[in-house]
């Protein structure tokens, strides 16, 4: 199976900030990657498929970019809505594996 | 508009059996794979397996294999998920998910499994 290590695992950030998260594969996936926001009782929300293709509706200060093993989500000015936890994906291979996540909480 | 109808939340004791059901609206039921994915309570999103509901094609993840089943009915366009020798572990909520890379997602369903 392809693992998915993500880190961090958690991380402060404030208002603003540009956050960067990032996402290794445990062999190659090409751009089979999608990352996903996930609030505390909500279900997930996908953002990026494709590695670096943004899903309609999500604002563009989200991106993804990375191909092959190494890929990376950034929220470029972060806002009070994004303090969530994300998740990558990768679908290249099956077993579809997740990665640990990543909580995202205010400083 | 579509929708994922699960089946409401279920207790069930250690070595039981529990079947999960998804009910799609909103668009042609055999043109999108449909995604088995769990979280227990403060965890992490663990992908257990996916359903052509074309064909009725399956693959599992390794760790439940022997444990889980995915079928799909087609004439109500629902799909199933059930997982045998539940353990305390197995509790959790429960999500169908639209579609190779998930785009629509079910409310859930939480399994409590306990003595």
């Known amino acids: 199976d392809i693992q998915m290590t993500q880190s961090p695992s958690a991380m402060s950030a404030s208002v603003g900030d540009r956050v960067t998260i990032t996402c290794r594969a445990s062999?190659?996936?090409?751009?089979?990657l999608a990352w996903f926001q996930q609030k505390p009782g909500k279900v997930p929300k996908r953002l990026i498929y494709a590695a670096s293709s943004l899903q309609s509706g999500v604002p563009s200060r989200f991106s993804g970019s990375g191909s092959g093993t190494e890929f990376t989500l950034t929220i470029s000015s972060l806002q009070p809505e994004d303090f969530a936890t994300y998740y990558c994906l990768q679908y290249n291979t099956y077993p579809h594996t997740f990665g640990g996540g990543t909580k995202v909480e205010i400083k | 508009q579509v929708q994922l109808v699960q089946s409401g939340a279920e207790v069930k004791k250690p070595g039981a059996s529990v079947k999960v059901s998804c009910k799609a609206s909103g668009y042609t039921f055999t043109r999108y794979f449909m995604n088995w994915v769990r979280q227990a309570p403060g965890q992490g999103l663990e992908w257990m397996g996916i359903i052509n509901p074309g064909g009725g094609g399956t693959s599992y993840a390794q760790k439940f294999q022997g444990r889980v089943t995915m079928t799909r009915d087609t004439s109500t366009s629902t799909v199933y998920v059930e997982l045998s020798s539940l353990r305390s572990e197995d509790t959790a909520f429960y999500y169908c998910?639209?579609?190779?890379?998930?785009?629509?997602w079910g409310q859930g369903t939480l399994v409590t499994v306990s003595s």
């Open positions: 062999q190659g996936i090409s751009d089979s």
């Open positions: 998910a639209r579609d190779l890379i998930p785009d629509y």
